[in-house]
T-cell receptor, first 114, second 115 residues
Framework: DAGVIQSPRHEVTEMGQEVTLRCKPI?????LFWYRQTMMRGLELLIY????????DSGMPEDRFSAKMPNASFSTLKIQPSEPRDSAVYFC????????????FGSGTQLSVL | DQQVKQNSPSLSVQEGRISILNCDYT??????FLWYKKYPAEGPTFLIS?????DKNEDGRFTVFLNKSAKHLSLHIVPSQPGDSAVYFC??????????????FGKGTLLTVNP
């Protein structure tokens, strides 16, 4: 049974470039989350989708960040233009909707913006 | 303002001994707590959880204790094994209203178990 799949695993780009991170959630999971991990702030929730609809994007740092979920099996997180302070590990996670359902994480995308 | 705090960035223990990882929280709306384990280059994986109606939950070598009055929880690993070496994240969930999806994580504690 495949877990949450993220691509690419590593991304190195130059400041000002557009970056697109991709995620395929576990089949049957209807909640999807994007998290960002940094040394300073730990794991932060960026955005939460339920049934492909964005429910809470209050964690998105600024307008340079956008996320979409066009269908139940695919989501993207886009940064345009990217800045060095965006360098972090970005995790996608999914679960079934429910109060205490476990969250399953992908392996993350290590983003470095030079 | 950090609502979930893991004040020890790292912990080192000998194989076979007990590992105790601590976590404090400030939000009294939190009523479900989880521990996740993370190996390098992997995503966090669920380890164990506890509801606020309990003060202890045990799963094999792992036990989580919850002290609601102190807003404190701890994870005990007995006996510790080298394979337990990882970053451990404490997380909390307000399991009420419409925000029960909003898992808040601590910054993590790096556990090293020495052979």
């Amino acid at each position: 049974d495949a877990g949450v799949i993220q691509s690419p695993r590593h991304e190195v780009t130059e400041m000002g470039q557009e970056v697109t991170l991709r995620c395929k959630p576990i089949s049957g999971h209807n909640s999807l989350f994007w998290y960002r991990q940094t040394m300073m702030r730990g794991l932060e929730l960026l955005i939460y989708f339920n049934n492909n609809v964005p429910i809470d994007d209050s964690g998105m740092p600024e307008d340079r960040f956008s996320a979409k979920m066009p269908n139940a099996s695919f989501s993207t997180l886009k940064i345009q233009p990217s800045e060095p302070r965006d360098s972090a590990v970005y995790f996608c996670a999914s679960r079934r909707t429910g109060g205490n359902e476990k969250l399953f994480f992908g392996s993350g995308t290590q983003l470095s913006v030079l | 303002d950090q609502q979930v705090k893991q004040n020890s960035p790292s912990l080192s223990v000998q194989e076979g001994r007990i590992s105790i990882l601590n976590c404090d929280y400030t939000n009294s709306m939190f009523d479900y707590f989880l521990w996740y384990k993370k190996y390098p280059a992997e995503g966090p994986t669920f380890l164990i959880s506890i509801s606020s109606i309990k003060d202890k939950n045990e799963d094999g070598r792992f036990t989580v204790f919850l002290n609601k009055s102190a807003k404190h929880l701890s994870l005990h690993i007995v006996p510790s094994q080298p394979g337990d070496s990882a970053v451990y994240f404490c997380a909390a969930n307000p399991n009420s209203g419409g925000s029960n999806y909003k898992l808040t994580f601590g910054k993590g504690t790096l556990l090293t178990v020495n052979p």
